[in-house]
């Protein structure tokens, strides 16, 4: 029975084939490769019906649904690329189709590996730098093939600390975004904390408190950061000349912006801000001659801060039926000024008393 079934399939094939004008074996493996796709097909429409009644979580089905894809898509390519062999008389050429159906069908796989091997090579970052890559800040706390785990910063909380969650990031990343390191071979970067005091206030004095408190700060770090620079010279054009802390002067607005500018550890800036600010602070407090600017919003009431009322020029009469000056008219001191308060005939409401 099975005999006969053969001969009916290589018949049809045959037939096929003659119809076509194409040969025996090239038919053959073609309708191999209709029916296995077809085969393979059901086989995954099956197995998600049944993952589908089994449970509603929308991340198992697409877990499922995505590694089935790919677990029969290569199973395929192994069967297909057999039958097809004996056709292309070619180790190569099938070696070739399967590295390329690979390549399309675990692209970000291949991409994730690439970046690993371009990690251990070239080493932009290691474990416990902390970097910055795709709009996310962390330190780096693990690496493995297909990806690496960030301990994120920043976000919401400020001053770069830390908020509590791992960041998982693919190592294809590496190839398409721009990465910061904070603490490769340089481990300091540059801070800076602007202080905005009122115009009249002491400046000078202010910027010389100033300057006295960032170098009580940065005295060791300076120093630290001069013996790094020069091993980082051999690495990279760093060209910087000065390491010392500087106050800058420059006017803003409603005041003199005096900014603080020094290094410090990435992983210490909040800490460091913190101490020169409580510094500033009570410097400043114990200061009469100097004073913090702020935002402020003045009021200007004409009437009400010695200007003549109702438009009528400094030293002015107003004339009552050309008698001249009525310094006993309602209302009016001697110089013949409104008080205040009062309102001009011409606005009262008709009806209203005087």
Same mark, same amino acid.
């Given at each position: 029975?099975?005999?006969?079934? *053969? @001969?009916? $399939?290589?018949?049809?094939?045959?037939?096929?084939?003659?119809?076509?004008?194409?040969?025996?074996?090239?038919?053959? &493996?073609?309708?191999?490769?209709?029916?296995?796709?077809?085969?393979?097909?059901?086989? #995954?429409?099956?197995?998600?019906?049944?993952?589908?009644?089994?449970?509603?979580?929308?991340?198992?089905?697409?877990?499922?649904?995505?590694?089935?894809? #790919?677990?029969?898509?290569?199973?395929?390519?192994?069967?297909?690329? #057999?039958?097809?062999?004996?056709?292309?008389? =070619? *180790?190569?050429?099938?070696?070739?189709? $399967?590295?390329?159906?690979?390549?399309?069908?675990?692209?970000?796989?291949?991409?994730?590996?690439?970046?690993? %091997?371009?990690?251990?090579? +070239?080493?932009?970052?290691?474990?416990?730098? +902390?970097?910055?890559?795709?709009?996310?800040?962390?330190?780096?706390?693990?690496?493995?093939?297909?990806?690496?785990?960030?301990?994120?910063?920043? !976000?919401?909380?400020?001053?770069?600390?830390?908020?509590?969650?791992?960041?998982?990031?693919? !190592?294809?990343?590496?190839?398409?975004?721009?990465?910061?390191?904070?603490?490769?071979?340089?481990?300091?970067?540059? !801070?800076?904390?602007? $202080?905005?005091?009122?115009?009249?206030?002491?400046?000078?004095?202010?910027?010389?408190?100033?300057?006295?408190?960032?170098?009580?700060?940065?005295? @060791?770090?300076?120093?630290?950061?001069?013996?790094?620079?020069?091993?980082?010279? #051999?690495?990279?054009?760093?060209?910087?000349?000065?390491?010392? /802390?500087? *106050?800058?002067?420059? *006017?803003?607005?409603?005041?003199?912006?005096?900014?603080?500018?020094?290094?410090? &550890?990435?992983?210490?800036?909040?800490?460091?801000?913190?101490?020169?600010?409580?510094?500033?602070? !009570?410097?400043?407090?114990?200061?009469?001659?100097? =004073?913090?600017?702020?935002?402020?919003?003045?009021?200007?009431?004409? =009437?009400?801060?010695?200007?003549?009322?109702?438009?009528? /020029?400094?030293?002015?009469?107003?004339?009552?039926?050309?008698?001249? /000056?009525?310094?006993?008219?309602?209302?009016?001191?001697?110089?013949?000024?409104?008080?205040?308060?009062?309102?001009?005939?011409? %606005?009262?409401?008709?009806? +209203?008393?005087?």
């Amino acid at each position: 029975m099975m005999q006969q079934d *053969v @001969n009916i $399939v290589d018949q049809i094939t045959r037939s096929i084939a003659d119809m076509a004008d194409l040969g025996h074996g090239f038919t053959q &493996n073609l309708i191999l490769s209709v029916v296995l796709i077809f085969a393979l097909w059901l086989v #995954r429409t099956i197995i998600m019906r049944i993952v589908y009644r089994q449970t509603e979580d929308p991340g198992l089905h697409y877990k499922w649904r995505k590694y089935l894809t #790919r677990t029969l898509f290569f199973i395929a390519i192994l069967i297909l690329g #057999r039958a097809w062999f004996e056709g292309f008389q =070619s *180790v190569a050429t099938f070696l070739g189709l $399967v590295s390329a159906a690979l390549v399309i069908a675990l692209k970000d796989s291949v991409a994730d590996l690439a970046g690993w %091997l371009f990690l251990l090579w +070239r080493k932009p970052f290691e474990l416990g730098d +902390r970097i910055e890559i795709a709009g996310v800040q962390g330190d780096v706390i693990d690496q493995r093939i297909f990806k690496f785990t960030l301990m994120e910063i920043g !976000n919401w909380v400020d001053a770069d600390q830390s908020t509590g969650r791992v960041i998982h990031i693919p !190592n294809h990343k590496v190839f398409t975004e721009n990465i910061g390191n904070y603490t490769a071979d340089f481990q300091f970067i540059w !801070n800076e904390i602007p $202080v905005r005091i009122s115009l009249e206030s002491n400046w000078k004095k202010a910027k010389k408190l100033m300057q006295e408190i960032a170098d009580r700060h940065s005295a @060791n770090i300076s120093e630290q950061a001069k013996q790094q620079l020069r091993s980082a010279a #051999r690495s990279y054009l760093i060209t910087y000349r000065i390491l010392t /802390p500087t *106050v800058y002067t420059y *006017v803003k607005d409603f005041g003199i912006v005096l900014t603080i500018r020094y290094l410090t &550890n990435p992983r210490t800036r909040r800490g460091t801000e913190q101490q020169i600010w409580e510094d500033v602070l !009570n410097e400043f407090s114990s200061q009469e001659d100097i =004073s913090f600017a702020y935002p402020t919003i003045r009021y200007y009431d004409r =009437s009400r801060e010695g200007h003549t009322g109702w438009g009528m /020029p400094e030293g002015g009469t107003i004339q009552d039926g050309g008698d001249g /000056p009525d310094s006993s008219s309602p209302g009016r001191g001697e110089s013949g000024r409104r008080s205040p308060g009062d309102v001009p005939p011409h %606005l009262k409401s008709p009806g +209203r008393s005087s």
